[in-house]
């Protein structure tokens, strides 16, 4: 059975009135819910008491219930969300570009909201907070920086750190390693890996001591060595095998649900969309237009394309459930062919 992608022209009334039932925020956006007896539109999210299902009518946006003579509901106030989607959108572009990072209440005053509320609908929307987004954006130019020829001090203050001590504090919990290290290209990192056997083919599983840092399909141990060059590689020990086989299973049941540790590195906006990709329900699918619109970047349609293909976990963080937006498979790093053959294990395809 195919499941499509989740669209606002496309949402079916059961999962529609599911959300709303259950005062869905998250579902803020992709549809309304329109009242026949008031003539008023909401959002899922509104708390006000819930209508008879008879008065319901499932609309795709604010504009198609304005132009069916509905009026914005005055309690949820459904027409607001667009303009939370704009100010977080637009707070990203500042924190983007900006030389040196603004404060949260800067950064609310420039789009019009109040600190509490505005780090509210930033956190809501993107999967972290305003702060920890502008870690993560110091971080990665510092990754940036280090891979060009200069002095490590230049780098970490390019980046736009205001002291080395707090541009090593943040490599230790975003890099993996110091800035020194990885001006070494990772050496002094340990990576267990193993190449096993599953029933899509051959499968490399690599872990660092913090977590896995590679799932691939048809890689060896020279593709490994040549993505880590300065890491130290290593057959796995006993508690690696383990792992290993957990991994192993997903191919056959890509829907389980796996709590596995891992250890990858990516921008605020990769990150956020790995983290999109992974709330996919097992046996959905989404288009790329979706994930660019659940991360609070509907524009960004094929930088979130990008993010997919940049994916280093192959089936933990399920980039094969992403299609394109006419319902075809579209591309998979690992062939088409096995794209086709987990969506089928799960039951989407």
Known sequence: MHHMAITPALIDRETALAAFEARDRTMDGRFVIAVKTTNIYCKPSCPARRPRLENIEILADNATARAKGYRACLRCRPDDTARDKDAVARAITLLETAETTPSLAELAEAVGYTPHHFQRLFTRQIGVSPAAYARQLRANRLTQRLDEKGRITDAIYDAGYETPS???????????????????????????????????????????????????????????????????????????????????????????????????????????????????????????????????????????????????LAILIPCHRVLRSDGSLGGYAYGVDRKKALLFKEGSK
């Open 166 to 312: 707090r541009a090593y504090a943040d490599a230790k919990t975003h890099l993996g390693m110091s800035p020194s290290d990885w001006r070494k290209g990772g050496a002094g990192k340990t990576i267990q890996y193993a190449v096993v056997e599953s029933s899509l083919g051959p499968l490399l599983v690599a872990a660092t001591d913090k977590g896995l840092c590679r799932i691939a399909f048809d890689e060896d141990g020279a593709a490994l060595a040549a993505r880590f060059p300065q890491a130290r590689l290593r057959p796995g020990d006993a508690a690696f095998a383990e792992l290993v086989q957990q991994v192993v299973a997903l191919v056959d049941d890509p829907g389980r649900h796996a709590d596995l540790p891992i250890d990858v590195a990516g921008t605020a906006f990769q990150q956020a969309v790995w983290a999109a990709l992974q709330a996919i329900p097992t046996g959905e699918t989404r288009s790329y237009k979706d994930i660019a619109q659940a991360v609070g970047r509907p524009g960004a349609v094929r930088a979130a394309g990008t993010a997919c293909g940049d994916n280093s």
